[in-house]
């Protein structure tokens, strides 16, 4: 059974920076699409990185050049490392294993397995 767990959610300072992680058992990353997905309140489910199994990473535009997406072959995990972090980036943050092991969209629809979740808050 393929299983997610985030870690590493927290609250900073806007300007600040956070390294979320997301452990993948049952399965080994590397032949896997995995992306990290934010959900605020009252507001719907977005994608915001993604990196599948040739290492060919995507972003959505409010967080590129700020948020780099990585994968830790040996830990089997898959980090997301969140600089200039803003106040727009307070949310839910969710890691999920694509169907396919190329990761063609955001769409929440291709995507199956999900972790439970950790939160990161971004405020004064």
């Known amino acids: 059974e393929v299983q997610l767990a985030e870690s590493g959610g927290g609250s900073v300072q806007p300007g600040g920076s956070l390294r979320l992680s997301c452990t993948v058992s049952g399965s080994t990353i590397s032949n896997e699409c995995i992306a990290w997905f934010r959900q605020a309140p009252g507001k719907e489910r977005e994608g915001v990185a993604s990196?599948?199994?040739?290492?060919?990473?995507q972003y959505t535009d409010s967080v590129r050049g700020r948020f780099t997406i990585s994968q830790d072959n040996t830990e089997n995990k898959v980090h997301l490392q969140m600089n200039a972090l803003k106040s727009e980036d307070t949310a839910m943050y969710y890691c999920a294993r694509g169907k396919w092991s190329r990761c063609y969209t955001f769409a929440s629809d291709d995507y199956d397995i999900w972790g439970q979740g950790t939160q990161v808050t971004a405020s004064l």
């Open positions: 990196i599948d199994r040739n290492r060919i990473s």
